[in-house]
C-alpha cells in the first residue's frame, strides 16, 4: 500500500491504519469501463463507525466515506470511477483503530478523462 | 431530480438501495469545443433516516459514479416503515426521495 493513502487515512481518522483480513473488499480484478466500477465493503468487526473508500490512482484518492450509527449492518455498496489501474483502499474505523484492504483493479478504459 | 429507494426487509436486516440522478462531474474534464475545464458538481452528501433518526451518512467525493448508487443494511426497521433520504451537492441543491420497507 502507498505511503500517500496511508497518510491520508491517518489525517482522516487520526490513527495510523494496519491491514486486516476482517475487511472484505470486493471490486472486480478488471474493470472494463472505469467509469463505473462497483465495489462492497463488509466486516465482521463490531462498533464500526465508519468506512471510507480510496483509490490511488485518481487525482483525489479518497471517493466515499460512510459514517454508521447502530442501526447499521457494517456493509455498504456504491460505484466508483477509475481513472487508471491503481490499488482501492478500503479502511475501516472501529474502536481508535483503522483497519484497511486493499485490491488493485486493472482498468481498461479510464473513467477520468474527457 | 429525485432520489428513488427500494428497502427490503430480509430476515432481521433491510436492505436499502438508493439511486440518485446527478452528472457528478469531476471537475477534471475538458470540454472539447471551448477547451475550457468542466466545473466539478457533485453530490457531497448523503443522509438516511429511520423515525426521525439519522441513520446513515455519506459523503461522496466526485470519484463517485455518475447517478450514485448506494447501498446499506440497518437493523431495526420493520415492514411498513419509512426511510427517507436527502442528498446536497455542492452548488447547495438539495434533493430528497423516501422508500418503505417491503
Known amino acids: 500500500m502507498s505511503t500517500e493513502i496511508d497518510k491520508a487515512i ?69 460505484r466508483i470511477k477509475m481513472g487508471k489501474t491503481s490499488n482501492v483502499v478500503a479502511a475501516v474505523y472501529s474502536g481508535g483503530t483503522v483497519y484497511t484492504a486493499t485490491q488493485e483493479v486493472k482498468v481498461t478504459i479510464g473513467g477520468c478523462g474527457g | 431530480m429525485a432520489i428513488k429507494g427500494k428497502a427490503k426487509l430480509r430476515g432481521e436486516k433491510v436492505q436499502v438501495k438508493l439511486l440518485i440522478k446527478h452528472v457528478m462531474e469531476t471537475g477534471l ?54 426511510i427517507s433520504f436527502s442528498s446536497v451537492d455542492n452548488k447547495g441543491i438539495k434533493d430528497s426521495g423516501a422508500a418503505v420497507v417491503k
Open chain 1, 10 to 78: 491517518g489525517e482522516l481518522y487520526g490513527h495510523p491504519p494496519q491491514a486486516s483480513d476482517l475487511v472484505k473488499l470486493k471490486v472486480p480484478d478488471i474493470a472494463e469501463n472505469g467509469a463505473v466500477v462497483p465495489i462492497s465493503v463488509s466486516t465482521d468487526i463490531e462498533n464500526v463507525e465508519s468506512i471510507s473508500i480510496y483509490v490511488e490512482g485518481n487525482p483525489n484518492p479518497l471517493a466515499a466515506t460512510f459514517e454508521l450509527s447502530p442501526y447499521i449492518v457494517a456493509a455498504v455498496s456504491t
Open chain 2, 29 to 82: 474534464r475538458v470540454d472539447a469545443e471551448t477547451g475550457n475545464k468542466i466545473p466539478a458538481y457533485h453530490i457531497t452528501e448523503v443522509v438516511g433516516s429511520w423515525e426521525g433518526k439519522e441513520v446513515f451518512r455519506s459523503n461522496l467525493g466526485p470519484a463517485v459514479s455518475k447517478n450514485p448508487y448506494l447501498s446499506f443494511q440497518l437493523k431495526g426497521p420493520s415492514v411498513g416503515d419509512t
